[in-house]
C-alpha cells in the first residue's frame, strides 16, 4: 500500500504541475485533455482507499472536464473549475497524509461534491477498484455519436526473442508514424484545403490502427479508428479543417505517443523476463480525446471552408493594408499581383512567395530510404577514419621516393582518390536536414504563442540545410530555450506593439545557411530588443561588473548567458530562472560552435548559432610548437603573419600585443602555456597564426606551419576530458598522435 500511495503522491504533483501551467479558463484542448487524463489515472488509483470520497470526488472532476470538452460549462467558469481540482489534489495530500483529520476530511469532501453537483450540474459515482477504459456515454448532438465498447487493458505476450522483434519493430514503425503526424498537421495548418496531406494522414492512422489491432493493442486501436473517422469526414468534404481540428488530431497524436511509451516500458520489462512472459500495459487513458472526437464529427458544422485569395494572403503576411488591397481591386486592367506591384505596395519577392502559399502542395515524403543502425553507421566511420590514416603513413613513406618504386607510389595516390571518395560518401551518409528539428519548433512556437496570448509569425527558412547527425540529437535543447525566450522576452504583447507603431502580430524567423565549413542558425524576433541597461543594472546588483565602469553592448549581452542570470522579477513556467542561456552556451560549446547576439532597442534580436557541419572531420592547420605538433581548425583562422618588430608592443594590463593594421591583438605564447621546451621564443623568427572571430581576435606563436589537412577527429581519454585548450586528437600521417587545439578553451586559458 505504500507504495500506492508514493505512485499517488507522485501523480498528484504532476496534475498541480498541469493544473498551473493550464489556462484558466481551460481552454487549450491539449492541456485540458492532459489534465483529464491524469484525473482518471487518479480516478483507478484511489478507487480501493477509505474512505471512499475521493473516488467520488475524482469522478465527479473527470465529468466535470468532459462538459468544458464538450462546451457544456458556463461562460468564464473555468477558474472555478481549477479550484475545485486544487482542493481535491489537497484533500488526497491530507488523507495519505500523517496528521490525517477524519472530520475535517469529511466536511471538506462533501463541500467539494456539493459543488461539482450545484455548480456544473454533475453526479459523482464510485468508480471501480480495477477499472478498465470506460465506455463513452451519448453525447447531445444532432446525431448519436457511436457508443466505444470497452477496450480492456492491453498485454504483451513474448514467447521468445521473435516476439521481441516483433513488437520492436512495431514501436520503430509507430513512432515514425506518429512523428510525420506533426509534420502533416503543421503542414495543413498552412494549406487546410490540401487533400494530399489530409490523405496522407489519414493513411498514417489508418496503418496505425492496424498493427495496433494486429497485436492486441486496444487503446490504441479504437483511437486510430475514431481519428481515421474524423480524417475520412474532412477529405468527403464534410467538416471544415480548422484549428480546432488540427487541436483535435495533435492532441490524438500525443496521447498515442504516450501508448507507445506505455508498450515500451512493458517491452522492456519483457525483455528482461524471457522466455514465456505476459505483462500488462500501462492503461491509456483515450476517453477525453474520444470525446473530443465525438464532439468534431457530431456537433461541428459542416461549412466549406473558402479556398486562399492572393489578397487575402499578402494582408495576412502584412505585405499590403486593406486600403491598397482595395485600390489594386478597383482596377481590372492587369492580375492583381502585378497591379501591386506598380503601386509600389509590396515587391515581387512577396506576391511571388504568397502565391507559391497560394498554390503549394504538400506531398508526402518519398519512400525508398532504409533505416541503418546510428552504431553500425558510426563503426563504418571509424573503419573508413583508419583507412584514411593508414592510406596516409603509406603515402609518407620514404621507401615510394625511390626510383624503382615510382610504379607503387602513382598506384597509391589512385588508391588514396577512392579512398577519399569513399570517406566523403561516407560522411554524407551521417548528414540529414534540419527539416525536422524545425519542424519540433514550428509546433513550440505555435503553442507558446497560445499559451501567452501573443499573435506570432513563424517563418522558417533552410531548413533543407544538412548537418551531421550526432549534432542535430543535441540541438533540440538550445533551440528550445532560444525560441521560448523569443516569445516570452522578446515579443512583445498586443498592446505594447501597437503603442510602438508595430503590427500586432509579431514575426519569429528561424532560418539557417551554409557558410564556409559552418553551419549558421539563426533566431531573429522583431520585439523590443534586449534591455541591456536593465542588464546591467541586474549585474551591478550581483557583483557581476563595476559599475563605474562603461560596458560594451557585446560586453552586456555576454551577461545574459551566466548561471542563474534573469532580469525577471518573478520566474514562470515559461522562464525567469536564469538556467536557459546558460544551457544554450554550454550546449553549443560542447559541439565546437559559439552563439552570437546582436539587438537594436524596439527593433529586435538576432541570435546566431554557428555549428561545424560535422564533428567527425575536421579540416586543420598543422602547426609546430618545439617537439610537439597542433592542429588548429582552419574555421578559427582569419590568417598568418610574419611579425616585424615594429608590431610587438606591450600594454601593461593586457601584456604583449601584436599591431596588425593598427588593431592590437593579444599574443598567446603556446609554449609557455602548455610547458613546452626548444621552442622558438625569438617573436621574429616565429609566425604567429591569428584566430577568433571580429569581436574577439588572438595570435598563436608557433615555430612553423607544416600544412594543411583534413583529419579524423578522435576523442580524448576520459582522463584528459575537461582540459581546456583541447577538443580532441587525430593521428597524423606519420602514425604520432596530434592534439586539435580549441580556440574558445585557450581564450580562457589565457584570461579575457
Known sequence: MASNNEAILEKLDSLALSCTMADADLSDLTATVGISQQID????????????????????????????????????????????????????????????????????AAGLIAILKEKFSVTPEAPPAAAGSAAVSAKPAPEAPPQHAETGTSKIVLIDENDVVIFEGFLDESTEMVNKIEEYVMALEENPENMDIINSLFRVFHSLKGAAGFLGMNEINTLCHDAENLLDNARKGKMKVDREFSD?????????????????DTLREGKKNLPNFEGKVRRLEIDPVLILIDRKLFGGGDEEPAPPKLGEIL???????????????????????????DMGATSKAEVSAALT???????????????????????????VG?????????????????????????????????????????????MVPLRQT??????????????????????????????????????????????????DHGVESLEARRAAGKTGDGTITLGAYQKGGNVVIEIKDDGGGLKLDRVRQKAVERGLIDPNKQQTDEELTGLIFLPGFSTHEVATDLSGRGVGMDVVRKNVESLGGRVDITTAKGKGSTFLVKLPLTMAIVD???????????????????????????????????????????????????????????????????????????????????????????????????????????????????????LILDVGGLFELAGA
Not at 661 to 667: A, D, S, T
Open 438 to 487: 524545425f519542424q519540433k519548433m514550428n509546433r513550440l512556437v505555435r503553442d507558446l504563442s497560445r499559451k501567452t496570448g501573443k499573435a506570432v509569425n513563424f517563418v522558417v527558412y533552410g531548413d533543407e540545410t544538412e548537418i551531421d547527425k550526432t549534432i542535430v540529437e543535441q540541438l533540440n535543447d538550445p533551440l528550445v530555450h532560444l525560441l521560448r525566450n523569443a516569445v
Open 357 to 383: 502559399a497560394q498554390t503549394a502542395v504538400q506531398k508526402p515524403p518519398a519512400a525508398g530510404a532504409i533505416k541503418v543502425d546510428t552504431k553500425k553507421l558510426n563503426l563504418l566511420l571509424e573503419l
Open 620 to 738: 586543420g592547420m598543422l602547426v609546430k610548437v618545439g617537439p610537439e605538433r597542433y592542429i588548429i581548425p582552419t574555421v578559427a583562422i582569419s590568417e598568418s603573419i610574419q611579425p616585424k618588430p615594429e608590431q610587438l608592443t606591450t600594454v601593461t594590463t593586457s601584456g604583449e600585443m601584436l599591431n596588425v593594421r593598427g588593431e592590437l591583438i593579444p599574443l598567446i605564447r603556446l609554449n609557455q602555456m602548455f610547458g613546452l621546451s626548444d621552442a622558438r621564443t625569438d617573436i621574429m623568427q616565429a609566425l604567429v597564426i591569428i584566430v577568433g572571430t571580429e569581436k574577439e581576435k588572438r595570435g598563436l606563436l608557433v615555430d612553423d606551419l607544416l600544412g594543411q589537412q583534413q583529419v579524423v577527429v578522435k576523442n580524448l581519454d576520459k582522463r584528459l576530458q575537461g582540459i581546456k585548450g583541447f577538443s580532441g586528437s587525430s593521428i597524423l600521417g606519420d602514425g604520432l598522435v596530434g
Open 41 to 108: 489515472e487518479l480516478k483507478s488509483l484511489v478507487a480501493p482507499l477509505q474512505p471512499k470520497e475521493m473516488g467520488f470526488i475524482f469522478d465527479g472532476l473527470g465529468k466535470m472536464l468532459e462538459k468544458f470538452l464538450l462546451y457544456q460549462v458556463e461562460p468564464h467558469s473555468g477558474p472555478m473549475a481549477v479550484a475545485q481540482i486544487d482542493e481535491a489534489i489537497n484533500l488526497c495530500r491530507d488523507m495519505l497524509g500523517p496528521s490525517y483529520d477524519a472530520a475535517n476530511f469529511a466536511e471538506r
Open 386 to 430: 583508419e583507412l584514411v590514416i593508414s592510406q596516409a603513413i603509406i603515402s609518407q613513406n620514404n621507401l615510394l621516393q625511390k626510383d624503382e618504386n615510382q610504379k607503387l607510389s602513382k598506384d597509391i595516390s589512385e588508391m588514396a582518390k577512392i579512398t577519399g571518395g569513399i570517406q566523403d560518401h561516407i560522411m554524407s551518409l551521417r
Open 315 to 341: 494582408l495576412e503576411q502584412h505585405s499590403v493594408t486593406p486600403d491598397q488591397l482595395q485600390k489594386a481591386l478597383e482596377q481590372k486592367a492587369k492580375p492583381l499581383g502585378e497591379i501591386l506591384v
Open 248 to 264: 483535435i488530431v495533435m492532441v490524438t497524436r500525443d496521447t498515442l505517443e504516450k501508448g507507445l511509451g506505455a508498450i515500451d
